[in-house]
């Protein structure tokens, strides 16, 4: 069962839409594990949050029929909403093995779908990014119809499902899929520079940091992984599988993520003109941003440094005057890296963060405020084997970056130490910071 313990981790940070139930697993992690009648709240709960999100977008870009710039870090907006209700009724709906679980065959033939349109607009395994910008979409009404049309489906099967994990697979794997896209809905509302009603503004505001001394972890053997579903129930997404023993050496972790007055440093001693800081595929990802942006900072700030030490940093269309004891936000990985060589720090491993986050909660270790980038490539655990859905692990092995934590914009049932996030290097416009270990 994944029901490893979660210290160090954040209070219930989710916004406030979110109700809580039965001994607060709506809210928890241990949902993994949940039944049917949890599991169909979650599902309501979800839609209601993407609706939510997505009437920002709605209001701000309605007038204009949802166009916006093609970026390669976003989705159509229209089309990340279509997308979530297509998935679910791929998964559920439309799958005639949806009770086999792990064990359904992905190739198998689907039905119909409610939609007739649906496979050439929404299926994102067939339908490349750039094209998406040029897609004959439903209005925006037809897609909000269509999502209540599928979560009713899929609401009803579950009523009839069995209790099993397989049975309840694919509906669990819909829940988090959702929650993911929903956190992208917010990612894509910095980009485009889109305003948040109040409630959705401070639940995503980065929280002012104590400022501890970094934590020093002992040698030990840890066992990474979850443990196979098969053996002990629950949820778990397959690169997180499967359980091995790995041999950590002692380490000293910052006992939070690097702060604005940290990086603030870093600028101040030009450390965005000292080739010396950065990989060679860093300084040239640098050199080309810093053609179009003039780039000096981390993503959306507009002041960092000089005289006064002020960061001033665009957030969801405002900008905002970041605390020093704040954690850097915006970063990409090989903005963390140069600042870890600059200080004469390194990033963690994913296996030491992992550590850390669950033996170092009482001695200072926390963590759930920025995605925190780790110094591992995503590689598969030994052992692994793709899931079903064949696209969310194997195709980015070897090229993205590993982060772990959580953002103030991850559902909190979606906050685990165990779980793996992991983007290509370049990634800025995620809720992304890091910390660092001595050398």
């Known amino acids: 069962m994944a029901s490893d313990a979660l210290p160090g981790s954040s209070p219930n940070t989710s916004p406030p839409s979110s109700p809580v139930t039965a001994g607060g697993l709506l809210d928890s992690p241990l949902i993994r594990s949940a039944g049917a009648d ?6 309501m709960d979800a839609r209601n949050h993407t609706l939510r999100l997505f009437g920002h977008f709605q209001q701000a870009l309605e007038a204009v029929d949802f166009v916006v710039p093609q970026l390669p870090v976003i ?38 779908s409610i939609e007739p349109g649906a496979d050439q607009w929404w299926d994102s395994a067939h339908v490349p990014h750039s094209q998406r910008w040029a897609l004959d979409l439903p209005v925006v009404a037809n ?31 819909c829940l988090f899929h959702e929650d993911m896209h929903a956190e992208a809905l917010s990612y894509t509302a910095q980009t485009l520079g889109l305003p948040l009603d109040k409630a959705l503004l401070e639940a995503f505001a980065p929280p002012a940091m104590t400022l501890r001394e970094p934590v020093l972890v002992p040698a030990t053997v840890w066992k990474q992984g979850l443990p196979d579903p098969a053996m002990s129930g629950g ?122 986050a669950h033996t170092a909660a009482r001695r200072g270790f926390v963590w759930g405020a920025v995605w925190e980038w780790t110094g591992t490539t995503f590689r598969p655990y030994p052992g692994f084997t793709p899931d079903p859905y064949l696209d969310y692990s194997q195709p980015w092995f070897g090229t993205h970056k590993v982060l772990r934590g959580a953002s103030l914009a991850t559902r909190a049932r979606m906050r685990h130490a165990g779980y793996r996030n992991f983007y290509l290097p370049e990634r800025d416009d995620v809720f992304c910071g890091f910390r660092s270990c001595a050398l």
């Open 38 to 43: 949890v599991l169909s709240l979650a599902l």
């Open 75 to 112: 989705n159509p907006p229209l089309w990340e909403l279509g997308h979530v209700g297509w998935f679910q009724e791929w998964w559920i709906g439309r799958n005639m093995q949806r009770a086999r679980g792990v064990l359904c065959d992905p190739a198998h033939a689907r039905l119909a």
């Open 235 to 356: 949820f778990v997404f397959d690169n997180e599988r499967t359980r091995h023993e790995v041999p950590v050496p002692a380490f000293e972790i910052d006992a939070q993520p690097v702060s604005w007055a940290q990086f603030v440093e870093f600028v101040d001693d030009g450390g965005y003109d000292r080739r010396e800081f950065w990989q060679a595929p860093g300084w040239d990802w640098l050199q080309g941003v810093s053609q179009t942006e003039g780039r000096r900072g981390p993503r959306y700030v507009e002041q960092i440094g000089g005289g006064s030490g002020a960061v001033l940093q665009t957030r969801f269309g405002k900008t905002m005057r970041m605390l020093g004891n704040q954690p850097v936000m915006h970063v990409s990985w090989w903005e963390a890296d140069a600042w870890c060589c600059w200080a004469g720090r390194r990033l963690p491993a994913e296996v030491e963060w992992e550590v850390a």
């Open 143 to 173: 897609c909000r119809a269509y999502l209540l049309d599928t979560l009713e489906s899929t609401l009803e099967l579950l009523d009839r499902a069995g209790d099993d994990d397989n049975a309840l697979y694919f509906y669990r794997l």
